[in-house]
Each structure stands twice: as C-alpha cells, then as structure tokens.
C-alpha cells in the first residue's frame, strides 16, 4: 500500500486535536495587521484578533498565501513522518482554500516541483474555506486510513466539492468593501436600508444570494436554505462567539426540519474574517456521496 499524507491550509479551521486525530498537516497562511505579519493559527491569539477586528482605529488586515518555503517545509516534515527512506516516493494529498480566494495552490505548485524525487504532490482545490476545507481534509483522512489508494482518494474528494455548501450572512458590509468584493457606494446603500446579505461560496467567490432588513430575517433565512436540500449527511453551524440565543433559535429552525440530522456548531478562523467580519453567522451542509464514493 502507498504511503499518502494529506497537507491543509489554516483556513480549514481544524482543531490541533483533529489534526493529530486524521495525521493532516497545516501550513498556515499570513495575516497582514500594520507593518506586522503574523501565521494563522501560530503565533495570532485569535480572540485579540477578532477584538481588534471591531476596533474601527485598527489597520485593515489583510492575507497573504504561505511562502514556497513554508510548503516545501510542511510537505518534507509529512514526508519523514512516513519513511525513514530518502530514496522512497510517497504521495501528498494537498487540499487548499479556493484559488479564487487566495493564491495559496499557486504557490503549493511551486512547492511542489520542489518536491519532485521525494514526493509525487497532488494538487486539489477546494473551492471552499473554513469547515468546508476542514470537512474535505478529515474525509480524505479516512479514505487513506480506510486503505483506498491515491486516485481513489482523489477523485472521491474532486467529487465531494460539489456537494459541500457555505451560506451566511454578515453584520456589516465594511469587510466586503475593504476585500474588494462590493464598492463604496453599495456599503453606503446597504448601511442606511440596514441591509443584512446572505452569502454563498459558489464556484469558489462569495457571492451574494439574497438580501433581508434584521438579522432574525437572516436566520430564516439560513434555515430555509437548508430545507431545501433532500438529504443532508451534516450540518456546521458557523460563527464566532455569536449570541446564544440566535445559535439556539437556527438550531431550532434546522432541528424543526431535519431532526436526525448530523449537526455541530463551529467557530470560523481568521482569515474567513477579513473578509467578512467578527459577527457573521452561516451553515455549512454536505450532501455527503452515493453509496459508492468513486462513482462520481
């Protein structure tokens, strides 16, 4: 059996005890605040970070993709982790954030050609972020540790892209302005109506879906949106220190509809943040596959 580990970004929002449960390996990216760079999930406390994210004086964050050296570092500690032998190839699974997010699987390609002679790299974006990502990750765990080989792993998890989803909406239109994705003047509009919009990661974006007045409205919303699938293997609810109460009502909401349903509730990281702010809430749901995760 080939020896195949499986590399992440940071953005995948996974635990430090979920990765050392599934043996996935993280490569963090780098948050920009000011003059100073820090590596997500590193040397960033996120709950200073999430604090001055709602400090209208602080510099505007922003991110940047780890550095080829970064990946080359990560995708040679996976490999020793799996043999004691430099002459011997093994596999890399290595599983990203959307290239329409982030330049990080561009600069994995460049790692990766570095690599070549000790590890063959397969490459996989995920057109997704956060629980999405951490999602994708630990299912391509568990088909390595379930013995499936290589290409199987792969094209099980090209497959399950298509069947992860990523709704929410945000408390302010500020972040969406300041990453480019929406101008000044529709912050402006959206400001004075009160506007809430409801998100959606499609095709790799945030894309807007729909628009509502109160975030009450926004949390029907979420629910509705997950009355919509006809089966549903997962539920993440996704937030970052949210009010209780509203967790509690979507969880209501979605337990109402689907009341069997696997469902946990989840916090994004930082990176997810500079773009859309310390006060969004959304779901994540997976469809999950067939019976037979390679016929996709």
């Given at each position: 059996?080939?020896?195949?580990?499986?590399?992440?970004?940071?953005?995948?929002d996974?635990t430090?005890?979920?990765?050392?449960?599934?043996?996935?390996?993280?490569?963090?990216?780098?948050?920009?605040?000011?003059?100073?760079?820090?590596q997500?999930?590193?040397?960033?406390?996120?709950?200073?970070?999430?604090?001055?994210?709602?400090?209208?004086?602080?510099?505007?964050?922003?991110?940047s993709?780890?550095?080829?050296?970064?990946?080359?570092?990560?995708?040679?500690?996976?490999?020793?982790?799996?043999?004691?032998?430099?002459?011997?190839?093994?596999?890399?699974?290595?599983?990203?954030?959307?290239?329409?997010?982030?330049?990080?699987?561009?600069?994995?390609?460049?790692?990766?050609?570095?690599?070549?002679?000790?590890?063959?790299?397969?490459?996989v974006d995920?057109?997704?972020?956060?629980?999405?990502?951490?999602?994708?990750?630990?299912?391509?765990?568990?088909?390595?540790?379930?013995?499936?080989?290589?290409?199987?792993?792969?094209?099980?998890?090209?497959?399950?892209?298509?069947?992860?989803?990523?709704?929410?909406?945000?408390?302010?239109?500020?972040?969406?302005?300041?990453?480019?994705?929406?101008g000044?003047?529709?912050?402006?509009?959206?400001?004075?109506?009160?506007?809430?919009?409801?998100?959606?990661i499609?095709?790799?974006?945030?894309?807007?879906?729909?628009?509502?007045r109160?975030?009450e409205?926004?949390?029907?919303?979420?629910?509705?949106f997950?009355?919509?699938?006809?089966?549903?293997?997962?539920?993440?609810?996704?937030?970052?220190?949210?009010?209780?109460?509203?967790?509690?009502?979507?969880?209501?909401?979605?337990?109402?509809?689907?009341?069997?349903?696997?469902?946990?509730?989840?916090?994004?990281?930082?990176?997810?943040?500079?773009?859309?702010?310390?006060?969004?809430?959304?779901?994540?749901?997976s469809?999950?596959?067939?019976?037979?995760p390679?016929?996709?």
């Amino acid at each position: 059996m080939s020896k195949i580990a499986i590399i992440t970004d940071s953005t995948a929002d996974l635990t430090p005890a979920e990765q050392a449960e599934f043996g996935i390996h993280v490569v963090p990216l780098n948050i920009h605040i000011g003059d100073k760079v820090y590596q997500d999930g590193v040397d960033l406390d996120r709950e200073s970070f999430f604090h001055m994210l709602r400090d209208p004086s602080m510099p505007t964050p922003y991110t940047s993709p780890p550095t080829v050296q970064q990946f080359v570092d990560v995708y040679t500690q996976a490999v020793d982790a799996l043999t004691d032998d430099p002459n011997e190839v093994v596999d890399i699974i290595s599983l990203h954030i959307s290239r329409e997010m982030s330049k990080t699987i561009e600069v994995a390609q460049q790692a990766a050609l570095q690599m070549v002679g000790r590890a063959n790299v397969h490459i996989v974006d995920s057109r997704l972020t956060s629980v999405g990502l951490g999602l994708l990750a630990k299912e391509a765990a568990k088909a390595i540790q379930a013995g499936y080989s290589i290409e199987e792993a792969v094209r099980m998890l090209r497959g399950l892209v298509n069947h992860v989803y990523i709704v929410f909406f945000v408390e302010t239109l500020d972040f969406l302005q300041r990453g480019g994705q929406i101008g000044p003047a529709q912050v402006l509009l959206g400001t004075m109506l009160n506007i809430k919009p409801i998100l959606m990661i499609e095709e790799g974006q945030i894309e807007p879906l729909e628009k509502v007045r109160t975030r009450e409205k926004a949390i029907e919303k979420l629910a509705e949106f997950v009355a919509e699938f006809g089966y549903i293997e997962h539920i993440t609810i996704l937030h970052h220190h949210g009010d209780p109460n509203e967790i509690e009502h979507l969880i209501t909401l979605i337990r109402n509809q689907r009341p069997d349903v696997s469902l946990d509730v989840r916090e994004y990281g930082p990176v997810l943040a500079v773009h859309v702010g310390p006060d969004a809430l959304g779901v994540m749901v997976s469809e999950g596959l067939t019976d037979n995760p390679w016929d996709v």
